[in-house]
């Protein structure tokens, strides 16, 4: 049995806003996310419902926040990496231009 898979509050309001953007129908959106056609529209019509906010979640808000510090510090360590070789590449450069 496969285990049930799990979307982020951010990717569904990212395809609900697809879905609606978008001139083909909701299925074939859904088709080219690799979801079922049914998620997708029930996710939009969470969505069309302003009673509710959408897609709350099971999740406390401290884990939301723990989510978003390890996407903030993946995104600085990628930016500290590039900034590292970019520096390594000039500093051979300017040692070559030297030579």
Do not use: H, I
């Amino acid at each position: 049995m496969q285990k049930r898979k799990k979307y982020t509050q951010e990717y569904k309001r990212e395809a609900v806003a697809l879905a609606r953007s978008s001139a083909v129908p909701v299925s074939q959106v859904a088709r080219e996310l690799g979801l079922n056609a049914n998620v997708l529209t029930r996710w939009c019509r969470e969505a069309a419902d302003a009673k509710v906010p959408a897609f709350t979640g099971q999740g406390k808000p401290r884990d939301e926040e723990l989510a978003a510090l390890k996407r903030e510090l993946t995104r600085v360590k990628r930016e500290r990496d590039f900034l590292r070789e970019a520096a390594a590449f000039f500093a051979r450069e300017s040692k070559r231009g030297m030579a």
